[in-house]
């Protein structure tokens, strides 16, 4: 008995050393240089939103409370309809636009205004949370990212005037152009899609 | 303070670095100073050294915006091909683009940080001091602005192609950083962030960020420039520029797409202008004679240009002398580094007669640079809707230069 276990012993030992360096391997860090950050300065950094919303922090926020955020924050770039001022159109206005002046990239005129385009809600919020207003970037507190994208949201006829817009509600919102993008595949030696011989 | 002297740090924080060089020189070409540098002091050019007054090639801003703009922000600003030598672009003289425009930040190496975290099995913040502890690469590989369209109003081949250059870089594989972090299993992406007014950020395949990726410090033998992104960078070989994060400060592994920042603007419905939009084809211009350039009479030259492929090395550049009815072997003139622009030639007598020159490139994948008809009919569009549209996706197509019977070189696209 004894020996028969200590035979299966032998037997599995070098399956157990491979096992256990191969999780060496793979869990132990080689150099060990960097320090761990704390939750706390994760969390201040880790800004780009997922379509899931899961990095969304807590707030909610209205059109209502955003028209008024709009005016002080960013009518004077946007225009104070949304559209004509020397930043991107952000609200579809009925009549054609007389805007012929540069476009900043992405150039966004009539009918193609964020609200409109973008697949995802999570999208806008992001992209007002870290990049507007225009030299006063990463000073919107949550609330105020929230009312903005509700305001841009509703303006563009894709909520209603009325809806509290927040983290679970956020990704929710059934976007218009939700699948109006590709996303290719990528593998290392991949050829082009295009036809490669001329 | 000398007023003519430009304060670097001034200009970092106005963002109107380029538009600053550009006015000093051509001020100084203006007027042909007999002082070498009245700008600079001895002791300043024993420190650091500056090309002859003689040599005058500049960057300039892309024709459709100015840089600064309304905002006073740096948007895209095109390289001179047209006298580059070799395969590596000066630093100075790198393209620069930005997303939006941005401003350049004035960044402190020792205060700055890298973070890693997500789906890892150990969060990691390293400093600059840190990350030069790693194990280093240095790889020559091209950095290309999907907006690098050549278009028929486009007068010289800095405006068509001005958009892409090639550098040494030096720095720390991407999947070295990863590996110490530990991706966890269901991992799929990367987000890469910098540390910009905007915070800049896109997002990567994970296979990608484990196969070739670099987390450079380095340029072409010293730091980076700010203007790509001192202190620290990615270089993501072959991708389209934006990918290439400058001023990098965070990297999160994630399990999906995020749409973040950078890539909302990059976004495609249609799935094969798409498949064209992530990585370079086979691509590959004459810089000389080209758009704008002078042949002073018949007689023995050089054709000279560059080739380039996201796909890897560049394996074949023919060169056509009659439009592209004949087309012959051009010499590989130099090393050919996968994913870096490679420098061809030809020689060629000019009778005096006119003609059009045109170059092609053929990759290691077998894939060949395209036609602007050739991709007309991929596309489904009709011959001539170029001459007011963009080429859909990344534009690789075949440039040709049309040197008049008076020795004038124009672009021939239409």
Sequence with gaps: ?198 | MDSKKPSRRRFLKSGAAVAGLAAVQSASGQTATPEAHPAKSLQDLIAYGERSRFVSSIRVPVVERPSPDAFGLTFHVLSPLQDSAGIITPSSLHFVGTHRGSIVPDIDPKEHRLMIHGMVDRPLEFTMEELRRFPSVSRIHFIECLGNHSKPEYKTVQETHGLTSCSEWTGVPLSVLLKEVGVQKGAAWVVAEGSEEVKGAGSIRLAKAMDDVLVAYGQNGEALRPQQGFPLRLVVPGFEGIYNTKWLRRIKVVDRYYMTYNDYGHISNDPKVAALTFRWGPKSVITFPSGGQQLPSPGFYQITGLAWSGGGAVRRVEVSTDGGLTWKDAEIRGAVHPMAHTRFGMSWEWKGQECVLQSRCTDELGDVQPTRAQVAKFFNVAPDYYKTHGVQGSDNTIQPWRVASDGSVHNAIV
């Design chain 1, 1 to 198: 008995m004894e020996a028969s276990t200590m035979r299966l012993f032998k037997l599995l030992l070098p399956v157990a050393i491979v096992g256990l360096s191969h999780a060496g391997w793979a869990q132990s860090p080689t150099y060990g240089l960097g320090r761990t950050p704390s939750a706390e300065e994760i969390r201040a950094w880790d800004i780009a939103i997922s379509p899931s919303g899961k990095e969304l922090p807590p707030g909610s926020g209205t059109a209502k409370e955003g028209a008024q955020l709009y005016a002080q924050k960013c009518a004077a770039c946007h225009g104070a309809n949304g559209s004509g001022g020397k930043a991107p159109t952000l609200i579809r206005s009925k009549s054609p636009s007389t805007n012929s002046g540069p476009c900043l990239a992405p150039c966004v005129r009539e009918g193609n205004v964020m609200a409109t385009h973008s697949p995802y809600a999570t999208t806008i919020w992001d992209y007002i949370n870290r990049g507007m207003p225009f030299l006063q970037e990463g000073t919107l507190k949550p609330n105020e990212v929230y009312a903005l994208t509700a305001f841009l949201l509703y303006k563009n006829d894709v909520i209603r005037e009325d809806d509290v817009i927040d983290a679970p509600s956020l990704p929710q919102i059934k976007m218009p152009n939700r699948d109006g993008y590709a996303l290719p595949e990528w593998k290392h030696g991949m050829p082009r899609a295009f036809p490669s011989k001329p």
